[in-house]
């Protein structure tokens, strides 16, 4: 999918954007970086580049599936949170599935940007930071010593610069961010995400909260990659919260990846301005 270089994310976004590095550049610690990618119309990126490293040089891998040529664009996150395994199982899954070339719409997947907390099974990355607290819209500091750390200040951590980095030249239209356990879709209280949020708890089978009640933070934006993209970017963001992971078998893993490719599809014909004509 060919996206022109973000402009209006702000200076922080403006200031770390990274280069996007196709698969094979990371052979080893030596090996040369690819020049960035231009997102213009005359070329698209490859199938899978490597959105950047960890703090402990673990790359953070981004794969596309469905038509490269699209004018809109899902991105799936599996995990932030290294001790929540099941989204990138659901991840896992999506990258088996063969979405259609033909239609208007790519679907692009990172499994974990939180590869030192995966391999340790911690929350936190290997910083002790928090990698949701740490995106800098309305970041506060919080948590020291705890699993909600948002790092001595906001971008503090390389996986942040990161994402944002991709995130900024990719201009996905929608992000689906899985998490657990609570067992609920969030952000139902924000008007563009309310009824992506509300189709994908129908589809997915998981509870929606009430948005009677949207002065509570927890229904409006759970964490700070979301309040980041939701205020930089014109699309909406919506962040899965699956069950515990006893609860998620290979029935519900059916059901959450058939939830992304019908909302992807489903993308296609919505009305309203894409990220690309921004």
């Not at 799936?76 to 899954?93: A, C, L």
Request: proline share 8%; net charge positive; hydrophobic share 40%.
């Amino acid at each position: 999918m060919s996206r022109s270089l973000a402009t209006g994310v702000g200076s922080t976004a403006v200031a770390v954007l990274a280069a996007v590095v196709p698969l094979g550049a990371i052979a080893g610690p030596a090996a040369a970086v690819a020049e960035q990618p231009n997102a213009t119309a005359e070329e698209s990126w490859p199938d899978k580049v490597v959105v950047g490293k960890s703090a402990q040089g673990r790359p953070i891998v981004a794969q596309r599936q469905g038509n490269p040529a699209a004018t809109k664009v899902l991105l799936v996150v599996g995990q932030m949170h290294g001790d929540e395994p099941k989204g990138p199982v659901v991840v896992r899954s999506l990258r088996k599935r063969k979405v259609p070339v033909t239609g208007d719409v790519a679907i692009w997947s990172i499994s974990t940007i939180n590869p030192d907390g995966q391999a340790r099974r911690r929350r936190v990355n290997a910083r002790s930071v928090d990698l949701n607290r740490n995106f800098p819209t309305k970041w506060r500091l919080q948590g020291k010593g705890g699993g909600t750390y948002s790092g001595p200040k906001a971008v503090s951590e390389r996986e942040t610069k990161e994402v944002m980095a991709f995130v900024s030249r990719l201009r996905p239209d929608a992000i689906m961010s899985f998490h657990q356990p609570l067992n609920t879709v969030m952000a139902v209280c924000d008007p563009k995400a309310r009824p992506w949020v509300r189709l994908i708890g129908r589809l997915a089978g998981l509870p929606v909260p009430n948005p009677r009640n949207c002065k509570a933070a927890n229904l409006w934006y759970p964490g700070t990659f979301n309040k980041w993209y939701t205020a930089h970017f014109p699309g909406w963001f919506a962040t899965v919260e699956l069950p515990a992971s006893s609860a998620v078998n290979r029935a519900r893993i059916r059901r959450y990846t058939n939830t992304i490719v019908r909302i992807a599809a489903l993308m296609e014909d919505a009305p309203g301005q894409t990220a690309a004509s921004q």
